[in-house]
Structures are given as structure tokens and as C-alpha cells.
């Protein structure tokens, strides 16, 4: 029996005597409503095996989204007046709705979308309007599906412009940016890269680990999931010949010889040919309170992390970061890895890696030894530093107001993006909060340390946007570069009250010193995420995972 979907207006019309007292049977309907992946309570009406809903509780569902619809009413034309691309700014009607048989008649009403005319089969029940949910789905946009196997109604909004829903298979983890600045970072769980074919590839750490190619219009050609090789997940890494995955385990005992973490070397079809064992690491929680990323040169790869350390004299598990140095041929690891390496800080709750040449370039989020944002450039045996950003308060106080975002380097500095509090205002800090200054209003800033001079170059500080004593919110900031000298630097705007208000991604070009070049642009409903964007097709791509549906989002850069 074919299911024709409905949907309801809840618009009061006045009817004839003769055409109230026409009309069919309508018995309220038991379908399941998910929205855009969430459970809905939109209850409906069942005619001729058919199922009816009311449009302003869809318009209530689909608000804010690229399939969102004003409801109104022209009077002139006897018309409901529908406006696509606009937010619902009315408020849901009053719950009618009640288990007992009810009469649907025909409505006299015309449907106006957009300014133009629809014929459409409508109903009245209650006086409210009743229209196919399919025809409607066809003029605004959002997508209708039915599992009459579970007798439930999908219901998903569609991509804006420039961004594509995409097939998955496996658990996909939510990933959006939130509004809200963690004292520390954690492993980032999702990965997007480019392949010499043009494909696509993504990785996802959750139940196992879920890798899927995508062609160039972003269409699933392949899926495969893995078992992880330890109980943790802490970085994948794409490098110019092979791909890396780290895992990791705890080591409550302490014992030297544990391998607390593996870093496990495949081919670009993710066919495994080896691993490195990280033993003697005088940790207990590997990842603890930090992130794990990774870069090469040649045959030496570089994993810098954290770490909970081994209990020490005052019977505490100090956190550090953890840096871990391999022979990527060999897959062994070359360097010392105990209780005080010559990078040390503690503590560190981000770290970034790059390569400049030979030595490798190490950038941490610290609050206590020391308290800044640190920049290290070295080998492994000995490294020059540089406090980038340095962040007031106590030693070893958590909170610091500040979040990193990026790091990327040009021909002639190492930028630096992060965000900070106005710490004019700040009167303490403790390990959970900051008095006195708002710690969700953030400033958007880049630091460029001159490669030449790490020590001792003059750094310069270039303000991005400013979101102190303002209503909206930024999320942490993501770096992309361009080219050598060209960089893009992109945030979430946040409406600050309003939860469920359509968030905009800011983005601006950057020159190789971080200074703006050109305005700053922006575009409604997309959302960034923890991936990274890359540049893929001379457009920035990522994609963000929300109740299982992925979506690719892209920026064009012509």
C-alpha cells in the first residue's frame, strides 16, 4: 500500500456550509518523525492510508536550516503566502491533536510560494490546512523518505549552495564546532585528505575505526572499518607516501615495558606493514589532557602529544607533553622519552608539529612550565624557545583564557592562530575558572614568529575579530594554507543567546605575516567542525558529522 505524505497549516479559514459538511474520515497516525536525525513530536493524521501533518510544526523543525520557510497569509489572493529562505518567525500552533476520528474536507485555499501560484491537493481539519508533504518537499527544498518497515518519516533539510550531503556507512560521531572553549584539548577523532587520484578520503575514530573515499562529487566508492590495534585512538596521520594511525593504553601499574602507545605504519590502501612500540615512556595516560598530531622529513616522523607522567615525589601524576621521534623506515623510535624530555612543558593541553627542513618546529598550549603558548625548534637533542603569547595567573591555574586554532608556516614567519580573553579584566585565575573577565568573549588573533629569529625576532600580533562585549560568539579558529604566502583563516559566528539561531562561518585571506587581505566574508547555515580543513580542487573542503548524516562543506577560491 503506497504511503502519501502530507503535511498540515495551522491557518484558520472560514468555510462554506456545503463543502463543511463534505469531507473524508482522518484518524490520527502513530508514524515515527525524525528530523534531520532527531526524534520530532509532530503528530498527524492518517486519510486514505495517507499521513498528514501540520506545516508550521515543520517550518518549527526546519528554522534555521537551508530548507527553512516563513509562514504567512495573503488576504487578497486567499492564499497561504510561503517564503522560502527565511525563518519561521511564528509561533507553533496550540497541540489539537487528539486520537479520535476527525472530518477533512477540501480546502478553497491557493498556495503562493515565493510569489508564484501552486496547485496543490489541500485538506481542512480543525480549519487547518492540510498540503502533500512531497509537493512541499519539492518547492522548499528539504528531503522526505519513508521506512515502512519501522513505519517512520525521515525528514533532513537540504545543502545550502556549495555544500553536499554524503553517504557513510559505520557510526559517525557528532563533530560540530561548539560555542563553549575547553581548558584543554583532546585526540581529534575525524580526518579529511586528498588522494593523487582525486579521490577523497575520510577516517573516523569511533566503535572502530570507519575510512570512506569519495569521488570528486562527493559519491561514497569505498568503506571499510577496522578494529583498533589498542584500546585508545590518538592521531592518523596522511604523509606523502604512507598513512600513520596512533594508538595507546593506560599503564596503571607504571611498568617500563608497557607499549603505551603504537604508531602503526600502512600503505594508501591502509594495508598495515608495520609499527613502532613506544616503551620506557614514564606515562600512565597517554593523550591525557592534550592532542596528538604529527609531521615528517624524509624518514623521520615526529608525534608530539601528552601524557599523564609517573607518580613522582609528591605522590602526583603531573601531566606533560610527550614527544615521540621515529625512524619511519625502520619504524623505531630514536629519541629519549623519560620523565623530563628537552622540550618539557608542563602543562601542555595542545600541541602542534611542523617541519622546517631538518629540525622540527613544536608548538604547546602551557599553564604552568611555562605559562604561554610556546614555540620549540630543534632536533630532538636541543631545541630554542620562544614564549609566543605569554598568559597570565597563577601557575599551573587551568583555566588561561586562551584556545589554539592553528599553525602554520610561510616563507618568512610561523603563524600562531588562537583566540584569547581580554585579560585586562581578569582578577584570578583558578583551575576551573577566570574572575572578572567573560571567558566566552574571545578575541580572533594570529601571531607570526619570524623563522629566521625564533629566539629573539620581533613577533607581530594582528587582531582577526574582536567578539569582546559583543552578542555573538567565535568558536576556536582553523588555519588552511593556500600557498606560501597565502593563508585562510576560518571561525563559527554564534548568535550568544540563542541556541537555535543559523550560526555563519567567517573566513579572510591572510598574507604570510597574518596580516587581512581583503574583508572578511562569511556564509550562512555551514558549520565547521574538529577536521581540519584542506585545500582539495582549488576549494577549502571539510565535513561535519550531526546525527549520522555527513555533509561536505566547500569554499571555493576563484
Not at 536550516?65 to 519561521?88: C, D, H, K, M, R
Request: charged share 20%; glycine share 6%.
Amino acid at each position: 500500500m503506497l504511503l502519501v505524505l502530507v503535511m498540515v497549516l495551522a491557518l484558520g479559514e472560514q468555510l462554506p456550509a456545503a463543502q463543511a459538511s463534505a469531507g473524508k474520515s482522518a484518524q490520527g497516525t502513530e508514524s515515527t518523525m525524525i528530523v534531520n536525525g532527531e526524534r520530532w513530536y509532530i503528530y498527524g493524521y492518517n486519510i486514505d492510508y495517507a499521513n498528514y501533518f501540520r506545516l508550521r510544526d515543520v517550518a518549527v523543525a526546519m528554522n534555521n536550516t537551508p530548507s527553512e520557510f516563513n509562514v504567512g497569509w495573503n488576504s487578497q489572493a486567499n492564499a497561504i503566502a510561503l517564503t522560502s529562505e527565511q525563518p519561521y518567525t511564528g509561533e507553533r500552533p496550540a497541540d489539537n491533536f487528539g486520537w479520535d476520528s476527525k472530518r477533512a474536507v477540501p480546502s478553497s485555499s491557493a498556495l503562493i510560494v515565493d510569489g508564484k501560484a501552486h496547485t496543490m491537493q489541500a485538506y481542512v481539519i480543525d480549519q487547518e490546512t492540510y498540503f502533500q508533504l512531497r509537493d512541499l518537499a519539492a518547492i522548499t527544498g528539504f528531503q522526505v523518505a519513508y521506512d515502512r518497515a519501522n513505519d517512520t518519516i525521515y525528514m533532513n533539510s537540504k545543502a545550502p549552495k556549495d555544500a553536499y550531503h554524503a553517504a557513510s556507512k559505520g557510526t559517525l560521531e557528532n563533530n560540530a564546532q561548539g560555542r563553549e572553549y575547553t581548558r584543554w584539548a583532546s585526540p581529534i577523532q575525524q580526518y579529511v585528505y586528498a588522494n593523487k587520484d582525486q579521490t577523497l578520503t575520510t577516517v573516523d575514530a569511533s566503535d572502530k575505526l570507519y575510512i570512506h573515499t569519495y569521488n570528486d562529487r562527493f559519491e561514497l566508492v569505498s568503506s571499510v572499518a577496522m578494529d583498533y590495534e589498542l584500546p585508545m585512538f590518538g592521531a592518523f596521520y596522511s604523509g606523502s607516501d604512507y598513512n600513520y594511525i596512533v594508538f595507546g593504553q593506560e599503564n596503571k601499574a607504571e611498568k617500563d615495558s608497557l607499549e603505551v602507545l603504537r604508531v602503526v605504519k600502512y600503505d594508501k590502501q591502509f594495508k598495515r606493514i608495520s609499527s613502532a612500540a613506544v616503551t620506557n615512556a614514564y606515562t600512565v595516560i597517554p593523550f591525557d589532557a592534550g592532542s596528538a598530531r604529527l609531521a615528517e622529513q624524509g624518514s623521520t616522523l615526529v608525534l608530539h602529544t601528552a601524557r599523564e607522567r609517573y607518580t613522582t615525589e609528591d605522590g602526583l601524576n603531573h601531566q606533560s607533553q610527550l614527544t615521540v621521534m621515529i625512524d619511519s623506515e625502520k619504524m623505531q623510535v630514536t629519541n629519549d622519552l623519560g620523565r623530563f624530555q628537552k622540550n618539557h612543558v608542563s602543562h601542555s593541553f595542545d600541541q602542534y608539529v611542523l617541519f622546517d627542513g631538518a629540525e622540527h618546529v613544536l608548538l604547546d598550549h602551557g599553564d604552568a612550565y611555562p605559562r604561554s603558548i610556546v614555540i620549540q625548534k630543534g632536533d630532538g637533542l636541543s631545541y630554542v624557545e620562544r614564549d609566543v603569547v605569554t598568559i597570565p595567573g597563577r601557575i599551573g591555574a587551568n583555566a588561561t583564557g586562551v584556545s589554539l586554532g592553528g599553525f602554520e608556516q610561510s616563507g618568512s614567519s610561523y603563524l600562531v592562530a588562537y583566540n584569547t580573553i581580554n585579560h585586562n579584566a581578569a582578577t584570578e585565575y583558578t583551575s576551573y575558572e577566570i574572575s572578572g573577565a567573560d571567558d566566552r568573549e574571545r578575541e580572533i588573533k594570529i601571531a607570526a614568529v619570524p623563522r629566521s629569529n625564533v629566539e629573539q625576532g620581533d613577533i607581530t600580533y594582528t587582531s582577526i575579530a574582536s567578539y569582546i562585549g559583543k552578542k555573538q560568539r567565535a568558536s576556536v579558529p582553523q588555519l588552511v594554507k593556500l600557498g606560501e604566502e597565502s593563508f585562510m583563516l576560518l571561525w563559527q559566528e554564534f548568535e550568544s543567546d540563542d541556541y537555535d539561531a543559523a550560526s555563519l562561518v567567517k573566513y579572510v585571506q591572510l598574507d604570510g605575516k597574518g596580516n587581512k587581505v581583503g574583508a572578511i566574508k562569511s556564509v550562512r547555515y555551514f558549520k565547521l567542525s574538529q577536521v581540519s580543513p584542506i585545500v582539495y580542487n582549488n576549494r577549502i573542503v571539510w565535513f561535519t558529522n550531526e546525527q549520522n548524516q555527513r555533509t561536505f562543506y566547500t569554499i571555493p577560491l576563484t
